[in-house]
């Protein structure tokens, strides 16, 4: 198999757009008031930058998730999101409990942070299994 890298744009997207769903519908007050965040220091700074490397970020993660589905076969979109829980799992869900519990952060604010990347990666993987280039 091949990258895909039409594939990977539309993944990066699908998380970008998780992300306004989660962060901006599903878990807004919720997440501010755990962050300590008024709407009116939310409203006084400049979303640009961060949307921007967001998404950058988003691609690179996009792409990376993408290489693992090629070297682990995920050619469904089932096995692409069984590789996104894997990363999960095994990389971002620890790596942040422990930070988490160090800094002493509320759980719901865990939850609401870390499985938006869950969610994100399963999704990304799921297209990016779907979606491959079979070489010729």
């Given amino acids: 198999m091949k990258t895909n890298y039409l594939a990977v744009v539309v993944?990066?997207?699908a998380y970008f757009f998780l992300g306004y769903?989660?962060?901006?519908?599903?878990?807004n007050k919720p997440w501010m008031a755990l962050e300590h965040i008024?709407?009116?220091q939310a409203r006084s700074v400049s979303p640009v930058v961060p949307y921007i490397v967001s998404f950058l970020l988003e691609l690179l993660v996009a792409y990376?998730?993408?290489l693992l589905c090629i070297w682990?076969?995920?050619?469904t979109a089932s096995r692409g999101?069984?590789?996104?829980?894997?990363?999960w799992i095994g990389f971002v869900g620890p790596i942040a409990l422990m930070n988490y519990m160090f800094e002493m952060r509320p759980r719901a604010l865990y939850a609401i942070n870390e499985f938006y990347p869950l969610a994100g990666?399963?999704?990304m993987?799921?297209?990016l299994g779907a979606w491959t280039k079979k070489t010729a």
């Fill in 72 to 75: 682990r076969n995920a050619n």
């Fill in 21 to 27: 769903l989660w962060y901006g519908v599903l878990f």
């Fill in 81 to 87: 999101a069984s590789v996104g829980v894997l990363v």
């Fill in 38 to 40: 008024t709407i009116e």
């Fill in 121 to 123: 990666l399963i999704l």
């Fill in 125 to 127: 993987g799921a297209i």
């Fill in 64 to 66: 990376s998730l993408a």
């Fill in 11 to 13: 993944a990066a997207i």
